[in-house]
């Protein structure tokens, strides 16, 4: 980690700087308390500086709200076409969480937040960081992260298909939207005729679809990832179903070793850079993750067997990739599309005719692709 200097009392300070997205360490610090207004610290931040803020918890909270509604001032313009507002979304948001973190909070050696009327943030921060040894500076939005990260590790995600739930950690995808799950849980399964199957699920995140696998009597799956946060999330979810004893997680990987009946993967669905861990579920650079998948896939499905591509259509709504492009690479990779189960998001945003992409989202439509081995 880089360390961070600056002075406070008279006296030259340090420590290291964290940030979980990569964040480059601010080259300038300043330390500000209640007195500093939002216009002040807006003004700032947009100029680079960082502010360590040392005032009251949750007058802190409230610096950052009013400096959020600061930014939102300037919304991103319609663009000529959906492709473009796209664009300039993103890159108002990457603005946005740029100037938002640069209001950082000092962790102790112990992870705890010194500041008036701060909660008790150790747990949550162990969960993330592991253990600590020495202080370090981190944005409050990634504090404000980390602790809604946790309600959401405690309450958990209720699956219907599972009759159960699913308990996501930070930086792992929560499955909310739950018409790919119902998808995975309804579609059947190929008659390769070789009895109890087996099944890959690629970039299993919080270990979903493998335990709906499970649930539906496949009779071993193995379940892979190239996040250890990601590993760790399943491997906790998969144990507390009470389903280790069909289920293997392994990597970071995206193809295990060996052969399956049925190849199971819901790759991101947006061809674009993430800039977080959390966005590593929504955004696929240069459509990676899906290539790999239908590069891959022939060589480890046995005779008979499919591979089940699950994948919104948003991105040809958006103009990021268009039909024509998700056949031929299904073609080049050698495969031919036996079957295609849809269905419509039922997840807010797609009801928002304010969002500057709703003509996208209303028209939005999720499939699982049944695809086989060209003969």
Known sequence: ???MTWTEADTVRSAPWHSESATPVPTRIMVADDRMTAETAYRLACEGTALLWRGDYHNGRQLLKAMSRRVDRKAPGPGNSLAEAFRLQRRARNHRARVLGKLLVQLEDDHALALRRAPDVRKACDDVYGPSHEPMLIALTELLGVLGAAQWREKGVRIPSLDASIYPHYGVFSPIRGEYIDLVARTPFPTSGRGSHTAFDLGTGTGVLAAVLA??????IVATDDSPRALACARENIDRLGLSGSVDIVGPALFPEGRADLIVCNPPWLPARPTSAIEHGVYDQDSGMLRGFLAGLAA???PGGEGWLVLSD???????RSRADLLAMFDSAGLRVIDKADTSPRHPRAQDATDPLHTARAAEVT???RLAVAQ
């Open 300 to 302: 480890h499905l046995e």
């Open 1 to 3: 980690m880089s360390t």
């Open 314 to 320: 948003l991105a040809e709504h958006l103009g990021l």
């Open 367 to 369: 499939s699982l692709w």
């Open 215 to 220: 649930r539906r009597g496949v009779g071993h």
